[in-house]
């Protein structure tokens, strides 16, 4: 009678091990899920974030200001009344890298021709 009471014993571990191992297995699978949804809702919240931000874009670049801070800008233009004030240097600054010009010595020119200053 003993020996038949041990296979059961045995019957029985191997069912307690086997419910241990696959309510492991479920609780370890319900932690990656809930990581994964965690992931998700924060790359939720960013990437509304950006259509929020490209919004307020949309709307800066189609006001009057923005508009007319690109005609200024690429076309020169200006208002009614406006003056344009144009700046130059200095006469003495453009001496100045004229003689410093005519200082180099031929090949030094030419390799400013090729390649620049």
């Not at 571990?13 to 809702?41: C, D």
């Not at 939720?44 to 801070?69: C, P, R, T, W």
């Not at 004030?85 to 090949?107: F, G, R, Y």
């Amino acid at each position: 009678m003993r020996r038949g009471n041990s296979w059961v014993k045995y019957f029985w571990l191997a069912i307690v091990l086997y419910i241990v191992f696959s309510a492991g297995r479920l609780v370890y699978k319900n932690y990656q899920l809930n990581q994964e949804e965690a992931n998700l809702k924060s790359e939720v919240a960013s990437l509304e974030n950006e259509v929020q931000d490209l919004k307020n874009q949309i709307v800066y670049y189609q006001s009057d200001s923005y508009k007319e801070k690109m005609l200024r800008a690429k076309l020169n233009l200006q208002k009614e009344g406006e003056k344009v004030v144009v700046i130059t240097a200095p006469p003495d600054v453009q001496q100045v890298t004229e003689e410093k010009k005519e200082s180099l010595s031929n090949p030094q020119k030419w390799l400013r021709y090729f390649f620049g200053s």
